[in-house]
Every structure is written in structure tokens, then in C-alpha cells.
């Protein structure tokens, strides 16, 4: 089975920075891979899929980037509304198993 | 718009049965496959089942496989899950996503708001 590995499990930064996330798979996954903003009591966000395809809506503030196995989720300057649990998804296992990181939660300093 | 919501969550007993159902509607219902993933309370995101557009293809997680069933009402445009035999570790927020995918990537756009289920005696 392919495991995803992000990190930092948690983050802490200001409003205005920059902020990266990373997300390791166990094997190569070419670029299968996307991320998303889930935020308590809410319904999950699409950001980013097939690595570094912006979903329609997302602010271009967020950016995502790599192959292979490692991936970074970018958000350039960071926002009130931005502070919330990521997660990266890999679909290469699909239709029989598509996994997801542990999560990196991103809370205000 | 696109809108899921999700309903039939609450509180069963270790080994008892309930039925999870996901209402679309802003979308072609019938052209899309379905997931089911959760959230079980503290921790990360695990997906659960997926059904082809027409219902052809399912396929589950090993943690469900053979005590849960995906189906699908393409006259209703509703989603549902069959929990039987369930367990303490499947409390959690069931949420259902539209399957999206292009050149072998898939990807789950969009979630509803999630329904919970609690498995306790």
C-alpha cells in the first residue's frame, strides 16, 4: 500500500507569511496527487489537484508543486481565512485504495 | 449550485446496522461516480468506498470491506451506505464527494457537510 507522509503535522505562523507543506509518498505516483482545506464543522475543500492545477475558485495565493514523491503545498501570504487542517491524496492506487496524509494543521502565532 | 447533503448518521450499537444516504442535486447525478470517506473524531481523513457512475464498480478499504455496501438511486440522485456489523472504530463523520478524474488522477469535489456516526452499547 502507498503512504503519504506530511510535515509538519502542525504549524504555527503569522498572517502575511509564507508557508510550505510537504507530503512524501512511499513510491513514485507521478503527479496523482491532491490537496485539500478542511476546516472544523465544515465540508472539505478542493485546492489543488493533479499536483499543481489550481481548482476553480481557490485564491492564487495557494500553489502546489512536485512528482514522483515529494509535493509542496505553498500558500504565499497567508490569510485569516487560511488557518485550517491540509491534507494531500494520492488516487495512483486507484480504484482500489486512495490515501491520504495525516494532516498538517496550520493555526495563527 | 453542486450541493451534497448527507443524512442517517446518530447512534447505533456495536454490531447493529445503519444506512447512510447522500442527496446530490445542482449535477448530472447519473454521469458521476460517487465516495464515501470519513473522519473518525481526532484524526485524519480515511476514504471508504467508491461506486461507478452506473453503479458497475464498487470498491471499498479493507477496514469496511465485506460489513459495508455503496449503492447508488440514479432516479432518486441519492448516494447510500449500508453499515452492518458495525464497530467502535467506525464513529465518525461520514461525509459522500463526487469522484472527479482526468488522465488516471482522481480527486473528490465536492463534500458535503458530513453526518455522524456513533457506534457505543
Known amino acids: 500500500d502507498i503512504q503519504m507522509t506530511q510535515s509538519p503535522s502542525s504549524l504555527s505562523a503569522s498572517v502575511g507569511a509564507r508557508v510550505t507543506i510537504t507530503c512524501r509518498a512511499s513510491q513514485d505516483i507521478s503527479n496523482y496527487l491532491n490537496w485539500y482545506q478542511h476546516k472544523p464543522g465544515k465540508a472539505p475543500k478542493l485546492l489543488i489537484y493533479?499536483?499543481?492545477s489550481l481548482q476553480i475558485g481557490v485564491p492564487s495565493r495557494f500553489s502546489g508543486s512536485g512528482s514522483g514523491t515529494d509535493f509542496t503545498l505553498t500558500i504565499s501570504s497567508l490569510q485569516p481565512e487560511d488557518f485550517a487542517t491540509y491534507y494531500c491524496q494520492q488516487s495512483y492506487s486507484a480504484p482500489r485504495m486512495y490515501t491520504f496524509g495525516q494532516g498538517t494543521k496550520l493555526e495563527i502565532k | 449550485q453542486v450541493q451534497l447533503v448527507e443524512s442517517g448518521g446518530g447512534v447505533v450499537q456495536p454490531g447493529r446496522s445503519l444506512r447512510l444516504s447522500c442527496a446530490a442535486s445542482?449535477?448530472?447525478?447519473?454521469?458521476?461516480?460517487m465516495h464515501w470517506i470519513r473522519q473518525a473524531p481526532g484524526k485524519g481523513l480515511e476514504w471508504v468506498a467508491v461506486i461507478w457512475f452506473d453503479g458497475t464498480n464498487k470498491y471499498y478499504a479493507d477496514s469496511v470491506k465485506g460489513r459495508f455496501t455503496i449503492s447508488r438511486d440514479n432516479y432518486k440522485n441519492t448516494l447510500y451506505l449500508q453499515m452492518n456489523s458495525v464497530r467502535a472504530e467506525d464513529t465518525a463523520v461520514y461525509y459522500c464527494?463526487?469522484?472527479?478524474?482526468?488522465?488516471?488522477?482522481?480527486?473528490?469535489?465536492?463534500w458535503g457537510q458530513g453526518t455522524l456516526v456513533t457506534v457505543s452499547s
Open positions: 445542482g449535477f448530472n447525478f447519473r454521469t458521476y461516480g
Open positions: 493533479a499536483a499543481s
Open positions: 464527494a463526487r469522484k472527479l478524474a482526468v488522465r488516471g488522477n482522481n480527486w473528490f469535489d465536492p
